[in-house]
T-cell receptor, first 109, second 113 residues
Framework: DAKTTQPNSMESNEEEPVHLPCNHSTISGTDYIHWYRQLPSQGPEYVIH???SNVNNRMASLAIAEDRKSSTLILHRATLRDAAVYYC??????????FGKGTKLTVNP | KAGVTQTPRYLIKTRGQQVTLSCSPISGHRSVSWYQQTPGQGLQFLFE???????NKGNFPGRFSGRQFSNSRSEMNVSTLELGDSALYLC????????????FGPGTRLTVL
């Protein structure tokens, strides 16, 4: 399974945009890019996923580099509730999610 | 729709015992996956069941096993418990479509003494 690299932690201020980067240089052509987040004391929660094109949903946007070797999760206006560990995951033919260490996002009021 | 439910939520066992954890997926979801989460190793994939068949397996010893019933409910069993098995065990379900989002339950916190 291809691996992803994320910063261990990031900090943001409330109501400001947040850009969470993820590198996946060994991604294959059929790997989907998923983002999940885990709030304290909860199970992970789906955020967004994509293959090649940028994606938007009510929670966030996913910007995928043209060569697909990196992607960025964009939270347009961070709230205190967005403080969580964010996981960038590749899912390929095996259809299993392989979680890395993720990025711990701190949102300051 | 009700979410993924896991029972029990908390469990304390001693070394050498065995334990069975239960997961009820969202209605209509046929795929159930299990994960182990520890502070040291993070979230690790255990196995996935689809239509009562194990479809994927992670790198865990044979002491970890599972099964899925015809109603898609799944159980996970750990035999001969070790201290290192103390973890949060998470179950996730999704529809049969590939690459669809997984819905996670709240987890079962297992403590092995």
């Amino acid at each position: 399974d291809a691996k992803t690299t994320q910063p261990n932690s990031m900090e943001s201020n409330e109501e400001e945009p947040v850009h969470l980067p993820c590198n996946h240089s060994t991604i294959s052509g059929t790997d989907y890019i998923h983002w999940y987040r885990q709030l304290p004391s909860q199970g992970p929660e789906y955020v967004i996923h994509g293959l090649t094109s940028n994606v938007n949903n009510r929670m966030a946007s996913l910007a995928i580099a043209e060569d697909r070797k990196s992607s960025t999760l964009i939270l347009h206006r961070a709230t205190l509730r967005d403080a969580a560990v964010y996981y960038c995951i590749l899912e390929g033919g095996s259809e299993k999610l392989v979680f890395g260490k993720g990025t711990k996002l701190t949102v300051n009021p | 729709k009700a979410g993924v439910t896991q029972t029990p939520r908390y469990l304390i066992k001693t070394r050498g015992q065995q334990v069975t954890l239960s997961c009820s997926p969202i209605s209509g979801h046929r795929s159930v996956s299990w994960y182990q989460q520890t502070p040291g190793q993070g979230l690790q994939f255990l196995f996935e069941y689809f239509s009562e068949t194990q479809r994927n397996k992670g790198n865990f010893p044979g002491r970890f096993s599972g099964r899925q019933f015809s109603n898609s409910r799944s159980e996970m069993n750990v035999s001969t418990l070790e201290l290192g098995d103390s973890a949060l065990y998470l179950c996730a379900s999704r529809t049969s479509g590939r690459y669809n989002e997984q819905f996670f339950g709240p987890g079962t916190r297992l403590t092995v003494l």
